[in-house]
């Protein structure tokens, strides 16, 4: 049986943090405790030996490998040329999320974490078969994240207290009809409590 590894999914200081431009999603974040679950979370996982993997967005100055007109989103979002530029501290994982031997996969184009990523060369030479998400948002990135998963043959399971999205209604919605159909979802302390008993038997 393959290994676990959990996915954090754009929890970075320019989407969720001290340096962001994305106010609502922040709120939906300290409604839910979502950044200190997902504390909770990677601390239990890299006590049980599972790879953390932080699954960036970023962008070159120049936009060499990312598409920019082809999403109504993603062109408002680069009116702003400053927008989570590589090497700038919008990009950083937040500090509070950020372990000595996680790892990072980035991407410049699109709203998921596999599609033009080296993410599942990573996960399958870790030997990895299931993943468990963490971030934001289940407006894009949560959903993109599972359903790219279960194609690429990997069982998936989303925190619930851990991920996000606005407006509260249809993050909820989503959850309950959209994540139920791909992933196993669960909380933070339920995924904790089980990755403990498993350590001490």
């Given at each position: 049986?393959?290994?676990?590894?959990?996915?954090?999914m754009?929890?970075?200081?320019g989407v969720v943090g001290?340096l962001t431009?994305?106010?609502?999603?922040?709120?939906?974040?300290?409604?839910h405790?979502?950044?200190?679950?997902?504390?909770?979370?990677?601390?239990?996982?890299?006590?049980?030996?599972?790879?953390?993997?932080?699954?960036?967005?970023?962008?070159?100055?120049?936009?060499?490998?990312?598409?920019?007109?082809n999403c109504?989103f993603?062109v408002?979002l680069?009116?702003?040329?400053?927008?989570?530029?590589?090497?700038?501290p919008?990009?950083?994982v937040?500090?509070e999320?950020?372990?000595?031997?996680?790892?990072?996969?980035r991407?410049?184009?699109?709203?998921?974490?596999f599609?033009?990523?080296a993410l599942?060369t990573?996960l399958?030479?870790?030997?990895?078969?299931a993943?468990v998400a963490?971030?934001?948002?289940l407006n894009l990135?949560?959903?993109?994240?599972?359903?790219e998963?279960v194609?690429l043959?990997?069982?998936v399971?989303?925190?619930?207290?851990?991920?996000?999205?606005?407006?509260?209604d249809y993050?909820?919605?989503?959850?309950?009809h959209?994540?139920?159909?791909?992933?196993?979802?669960?909380?933070?302390?339920?995924?904790?409590e089980e990755?403990?008993?498993?350590?001490?038997r």
């Amino acid at each position: 049986m393959g290994k676990t590894a959990v996915l954090v999914m754009e929890m970075q200081r320019g989407v969720v943090g001290d340096l962001t431009k994305f106010p609502d999603l922040v709120e939906a974040c300290r409604r839910h405790d979502v950044i200190a679950n997902t504390a909770t979370l990677l601390q239990a996982a890299r006590a049980a030996g599972m790879p953390v993997i932080h699954c960036t967005a970023a962008f070159r100055p120049d936009r060499a490998g990312s598409h920019t007109g082809n999403c109504p989103f993603i062109v408002a979002l680069l009116k702003d040329p400053a927008h989570l530029l590589d090497g700038t501290p919008p990009v950083e994982v937040l500090p509070e999320l950020r372990g000595e031997g996680d790892l990072e996969s980035r991407r410049h184009h699109g709203f998921s974490p596999f599609t033009g990523t080296a993410l599942d060369t990573t996960l399958r030479s870790l030997g990895v078969s299931a993943v468990v998400a963490a971030g934001v948002s289940l407006n894009l990135g949560i959903p993109g994240l599972a359903l790219e998963a279960v194609n690429l043959g990997y069982r998936v399971t989303v925190v619930t207290d851990a991920v996000a999205g606005i407006p509260e209604d249809y993050a909820q919605a989503v959850l309950k009809h959209t994540i139920s159909l791909l992933a196993t979802r669960t909380t933070t302390a339920t995924l904790v409590e089980e990755w403990k008993a498993g350590a001490t038997r």
